[in-house]
């Protein structure tokens, strides 16, 4: 059962408009959470986070929110240019487990067109 | 700059056959983890460490093992291959606390036939 889903498998954007992800969880003990972006060939790399104290953190062109009564969140990239095109995975982390271990999501694909 | 390095980019073998997967951090991480990704599925956590001769079990430990003698160095063992080990694996490291960002290296494309 995942505990971290991502409902659209890909989203295609128009340079220059928002890009919106979503993310769902189902664990009520996750209280950290991530983006992470991956390019074809290449290893995941960090982007984003936001812990569970927070409702938002922004970073540039990159916002997170979080609604914890709902157990969702969101990244919105504005605006969204060719190089964001990539596969962004969201994770999340919870209280007390070993190490830094992050619960994935299956992914969102995103095509930015110019 | 962090780097983590993965042995082969692709490998392709034998059903049966025992594949050894290496990776190679070069930050004194004290963490170290493998996944594989598959499609629709995302990354999920095969074994970790968070510390030399110590591993943990993730999600998914069947038909896996590991070894990690070296702090920089953690493999990942395929005792006999299986075709349902197709995959892409992805090594990755961390500083020790719980919040610490996790570096991937590039992966590997395995495929067992």
């Not at chain 1, 954007?13 to 983006?35: A, H, P």
């Not at chain 1, 619960?103 to 969102?108: L, N, P, R, V, Y």
């Amino acid at each position: 059962d995942q505990q971290v889903k991502q409902n659209s498998p890909s989203l295609s954007v128009q340079e220059g408009r928002i890009s919106i992800l979503n993310c769902d969880y189902t664990n009520s003990m996750f209280d950290y959470f991530l983006w992470y972006k991956k390019y074809p060939a290449e290893g995941p790399t960090f982007l984003i986070s936001i812990s569970s104290i927070k409702d938002k953190n922004e970073d540039g062109r990159f916002t997170v929110f979080l609604n914890k009564s709902a157990k969702h969140l969101s990244l919105h990239i504005v605006p969204s240019q060719p190089g964001d095109s990539a596969v962004y995975f969201c994770a999340a982390s919870r209280k007390g487990a070993a190490g830094n271990k992050l619960t994935f999501g299956g992914g969102t694909r995103v095509l930015v067109k110019p | 700059d962090v780097k983590v390095t993965q042995s082969s980019r692709y490998l392709v073998k034998r059903t049966g056959e025992k594949v050894f997967l290496e990776c190679v951090q070069d930050m004194d991480h004290e963490n170290m983890f493998w996944y594989r990704q598959d499609p629709g599925l995302g990354l999920r956590l095969i074994y970790f460490s968070y510390d030399v001769k110590m591993k943990e079990k993730g999600d998914i430990p069947e038909g896996y093992s590991v070894s990690r003698e070296k702090k920089e160095r953690f493999s990942l063992i395929l005792e006999s291959a299986s075709t349902n080990q197709t995959s892409m694996y992805l090594c990755a490291s961390s500083f020790g606390h719980r919040l610490d960002t996790q570096y991937f290296g590039p992966g590997t494309r395995l495929t067992v036939l």
